[in-house]
C-alpha cells in the first residue's frame, strides 16, 4: 500500500468528520455494470413512474469516469437526520427527512464544499475537475446507495435504502468525486439475512425484496407524482401525507441503531412537531410558504399536500 494513498484517505475521512458529517467512506471510480443491466431492465418495465428523468444520462448514471473525467476515486458522506420528537400521531404524517426548515441539499452542500477546500488546500487543485460538476446531492445522475454500499458504509437493504452500521437508514448521503487516487474501503455484507418486515409492512406492496416499484409507492404518490394520488392507493396511504417511513419504522437494524441527530442545521420545522391533524386540515398557502420557506417539502408544492391531507381525512372519516 502506497503511504500516500492511506495517508490521503485517513485524511479525508477524518475531516469529513470534523466538519460535521456522521460518517465518510471512499470507492474507487469503476464503472456498475450489475447496476447497469438491473437499471435498464427497471426502466423497460417502467417501475420509474413519471420520474423521466431517471431515463436520462443512463452512461453517465452507471459509470463516474463519464459523468466527471479523469475521476478516480468517489467519496461519499453520510448525515444522520432521524429527530429527537416526532409528529403527534394524529397529524398527517410528513417523512422525517423533511422536518428540518432547511433543505437538506444546502446544508449538505455546504459541508461538501467545506470539504472540498479542505482536501484542495492540502493536495492542490488537481484533486477535482472543475470544468465538471463533482458534488452530488440526490440531484444528479448518480447511484449514491451503491456508491455509500461500495465505500464501506452499509448495505442496501430489501427497503432499497442504505443501511447503515451504528446510524441506520435514516441518513442523506452526499458524494465528491475526485481526480486522485487514494486507499478505498471494503464494501460492507448485507446483513438483512431472511428478514422481510420491510417488505410485508409496505401497504401497497411496492417492495419485493429485490426492487422498488415506485408507481406503488406512497413516497412517489405523495411527491413526485404531479397528478393526484391514484385511487387504488388512497386507502393505503396509512395517513402518509408527504413521504413515507413505513419501511424504516419496522428495520430491527433502525430500531437497534437510529439515534437523534446533532446537527442544528437540521432543526425541525416547530408546526410539524406541535400540530394535531384538525390544524393540518385549515393549512393556508400563506402558512404553507411561511413554515416551508426553505424547507424540501416546499418541493412538493401547496396543491399537492393540500390534496393529500385532504385524501387522509376523507380516508379517516370513513373509518370512523
Not at 400521531?89 to 432547511?102: C, D, G, L, Q, V
Not at 415506485?214 to 402518509?240: F, H, M, N, W
Not at 424540501?296 to 373509518?319: F, S
Request: hydrophobic fraction near 35%; proline fraction near 3%.
Amino acid at each position: 500500500m502506497d503511504r500516500s494513498n492511506l495517508s490521503m484517505h485517513n485524511f479525508i475521512k477524518k475531516s469529513a468528520l470534523e466538519i460535521g458529517f456522521d460518517a465518510c467512506g471512499i470507492a474507487a471510480a469503476e464503472e456498475l455494470r450489475d447496476d447497469a443491466v438491473f437499471l435498464k431492465s427497471w426502466l423497460d418495465a417502467g417501475k420509474n413512474g413519471e420520474m423521466h428523468y431517471l431515463e436520462r444520462n443512463f452512461e453517465k448514471r452507471i459509470n463516474p469516469q463519464i459523468m466527471v473525467s479523469g475521476c478516480k476515486s468517489v467519496v461519499v458522506v453520510l448525515l444522520n437526520y432521524f429527530p429527537e420528537q416526532q409528529q403527534p400521531s394524529n397529524a398527517p404524517r410528513i417523512a422525517r427527512y423533511a422536518y428540518s426548515e432547511t433543505d437538506y441539499h444546502s446544508v449538505i452542500k455546504q459541508k461538501l464544499q467545506l470539504l472540498e477546500n479542505t482536501i484542495v488546500e492540502k493536495y492542490g487543485e488537481g484533486a477535482v475537475n472543475k470544468n465538471y460538476q463533482h458534488s452530488f446531492v440526490d440531484s444528479a445522475p448518480v447511484l449514491e446507495r451503491r456508491w455509500a454500499q461500495r465505500a464501506g458504509l452499509g448495505w442496501i437493504g430489501r427497503h432499497t435504502q442504505l443501511i447503515a452500521p451504528g446510524i441506520g437508514s435514516y441518513c442523506f448521503i452526499g458524494v465528491l468525486m475526485l481526480n486522485v487516487e487514494t486507499k478505498y474501503d471494503r464494501s460492507v455484507e448485507n446483513r438483512c439475512g431472511k428478514c422481510t418486515r420491510c417488505v410485508d409492512a409496505c401497504p401497497t406492496k411496492a417492495l419485493n425484496g429485490r426492487s422498488l416499484d415506485a408507481r406503488l409507492c406512497i413516497s412517489y404518490q405523495t411527491i413526485e407524482k404531479k397528478t393526484e394520488v391514484d385511487e387504488a392507493i388512497k386507502p393505503k396511504l396509512s395517513g402518509c401525507t408527504l413521504g413515507c417511513d413505513i419501511c424504516a419504522e419496522v428495520c430491527p437494524w433502525n430500531r437497534k441503531w437510529a439515534k437523534p441527530h446533532q446537527h442544528e442545521a437540521l432543526k425541525p420545522v416547530s408546526e410539524i412537531l406541535e400540530w394535531e391533524g384538525e390544524k393540518w386540515s385549515g393549512l393556508s398557502e400563506e402558512e404553507f410558504n411561511r413554515m416551508f420557506k426553505y424547507s424540501a417539502v416546499k418541493r412538493a408544492g401547496y396543491e399537492k399536500m393540500k390534496q393529500n391531507i385532504a385524501i387522509i381525512t376523507k380516508t379517516k372519516n370513513r373509518e370512523k
